[in-house]
């Protein structure tokens, strides 16, 4: 499992369809995200906290009200064809890794490898850069 911060990670987990197992909200963030919760599986474990809650469960300085925690997918989708590859060695900085994605996906790359001694994919920065936060 990982942890998954701010709307707008939620909702690319929610239109990918990625499997979440609970999320932790503020009131004020419910009040204005209804439509999100809405979204969320009766199966996902829901419950609201303080901020000061919240903030100590998130990484960031200033959670925007939100964090999920999400499955890792078991195996992901392997491409049948590959034209176009991004390999990266001993990546060690997040954001780095974040930007990289982001690339691959405007480049229509069809797989990204990284070394085992690289930065871990679902670490929070990684998550935020590929996401553009």
């Not at 969320?40 to 990484?59: D, F």
């Not at 691959?104 to 085992?116: E, F, K, N, R, S």
Request: charged residues 15%.
């Amino acid at each position: 499992m990982f942890l998954c911060e701010g709307t707008h990670l939620i909702q690319e987990a929610l239109a990918t369809h990625w499997p979440i197992e609970s999320v932790c909200f503020t009131e004020e963030w419910a009040a204005n995200h209804f439509d999100l919760l809405a979204l969320l599986s009766p199966n996902v474990r829901q419950q609201c906290v303080s901020e000061q809650v919240l903030a100590h469960l998130a990484t960031t300085e200033q959670p925007d009200g939100v964090i999920a925690i999400a499955k890792l997918r078991v195996s992901p989708p392997q491409p049948t064809r590959i034209t176009l590859g991004l390999a990266v060695e001993t990546l060690q900085e997040p954001g780095n890794l974040g930007v990289l994605i982001r690339a691959a996906v405007a480049t229509q790359a069809d797989c990204l490898w990284m070394t085992p001694d690289s930065v871990d994919a679902y670490h929070p920065k990684v998550l935020r850069a590929s996401a553009g936060q």
